[in-house]
């Protein structure tokens, strides 16, 4: 697989299979391809084929995870580190049929649409206990001894291959604010290579539910399963012995049962009574992020003296972007959820809370003189655009702003 790395129409096809898919922004997708325009993967590839080139030490991160004030650990090597890696992330879809059919994180075929679907479609879904669970702090948590005999069992046709990924994961060093350190980075969370190697790593796990015939869906760190009481007891405790084993620990704060009929929530969408809606949770994070966006803007827009509606504008930019552009590393929200939904009620909770913070940006109060200062029809000529008659294709294609 390595000699990849130098095949200039192996870059191509990867630049094109990204585009294609609309998973590159603008930015990005001008730096890969004036990467492969260059040909500036040439010199590191050479090295990687005849097994001369080190790695470097990754640059450790923390991210504010959005609505806590906790903080999530990322990992991320040089520029020509990191494109190199993420066209080796392509390539190791080779290795996809390695992983078990109720595996659904960062593949091509299948993902988060169809693990949902998949379990809101079965005609005895409503009629099971469900528990869910979350795995904490997955992929820098991974057992790096145990990952390396999995990868020499699995990886055995290609040992060039295997020596990278094996040298990938056996260095615990770290760049932390100017400094080395040392600590257990996993499969490094953020890294191009890291997804597929979760994936690999519990696949004992997966293949033992699906070979039992158990409903039961894993997304990364998310797991999900559906059956009587007494059953879940049993899987709980069959998949906690898994983990033992792997090192690994359940987040107990995120573990929940839901008994039959009740709404049960995974990846971002939840299924009550055969309607499908976006999470509470996923909804509260957005409020969240709709909340700071107009306490920021309207702190600007006082201490620049600028006119509320270029405030606003400021805002529905930013917004529309979030909703409705189609440029982007994921799919655009709209874009999501839209097809899933089988009901607009989350839709109309967070339209009246983006009108109510938008007219909060322009008067500093919630209250119904709000109401009368910034009315409706100021909202839309600065560029607000409704989800729900966006849902219902009551908004022009293609208008952002």
Known sequence: MLEKLAQDEIWIEFLDYKCARGLLGREEAKALTDFIQDRAYLPMARQIINGSYIFGIPERRELSKMGTDKKRVVYTFSFHENMILKLLAYLLYRYDNLLAPNCYAFRREIGVRQAFTGLARDPDISSLWCYKTDIRNYFNSIDT??????????????????????????????????????????????????????????????????????????????????????????????????????????????EEMVPPGAAWSFLGFQYENGAIDIAPATVKKLMGRIRRAARSLRRWMLRKGAEPERALKAFNRKFNRKFYSREGRDLCWSSWFFPLLTTDASLRRIDAFMQQYQRYLVTGRHNKASLAKVPYSMLKACGYRPLVSAYYGKWPEGKSD
């Open 145 to 254: 001894i145990l990952l390396s005999d999995i990868l020499r069992a699995e990886i055995m046709d290609d040992p060039p291959l295997l020596q990278l990924l094996l040298s990938l994961i056996g260095d615990n060093r770290a760049l932390w604010k100017g400094q080395v350190i040392r600590e257990a980075r996993g499969v490094m969370a953020g890294t191009p290579t890291s997804p597929f190697l979760a994936n690999l790593y519990l696949k004992e796990v997966d293949f033992h539910f699906a070979g039992e015939q158990v409903r039961y869906a894993r997304y990364s760190d998310d797991i999900i399963f559906f059956d009587t009481y007494e059953n879940l007891l049993r899987h709980q405790a069959v998949l906690n012995g898994f983990l033992d084993r792997y090192r690994l620990e359940t987040n107990e704060k995120k």
